[in-house]
């Protein structure tokens, strides 16, 4: 259990640091996952931390692995709800 909160608090903190920026506050930020739970939830985590800050968020979900790490390098998505398959 502490493992998965270890996980996911450096995972906030991640889509945080990514969206500190100037440029990045003065644009929505998306967030993105696949279709799996754990993803969903800290996807849906975050989306409501940025929400919180003051911060536009644009939340998109049910990405295959591949779409998703296209969409991240063309720099369409900002952040994505990742988790690694074991924790």
């Known amino acids: 259990m ?3 909160l270890n996980v996911l608090a450096v995972l906030t ?5 990514a969206v500190v920026c100037s440029s990045a ?3 929505a930020v998306v967030v993105g996952s ?6 969903l939830l800290v996807a849906e985590m975050t ?3 940025l ?3 003051g911060f536009t968020v644009h939340k998109g979900t049910g990405f295959a692995t591949a779409g998703l790490r296209t969409l991240q390098e063309s720099g369409i998505v900002d952040t ?3 988790t ?3 924790l």
């Open 25 to 27: 506050v003065a644009q």
């Open 47 to 49: 989306n409501r931390l």
């Open 84 to 86: 690694p398959g074991r």
């Open 51 to 53: 929400l919180a800050r």
């Open 13 to 17: 903190s991640a889509a945080l640091s």
């Open 80 to 82: 994505t709800g990742n």
């Open 34 to 39: 696949k279709e799996f739970t754990e993803q």
């Open 2 to 4: 502490m493992a998965r």
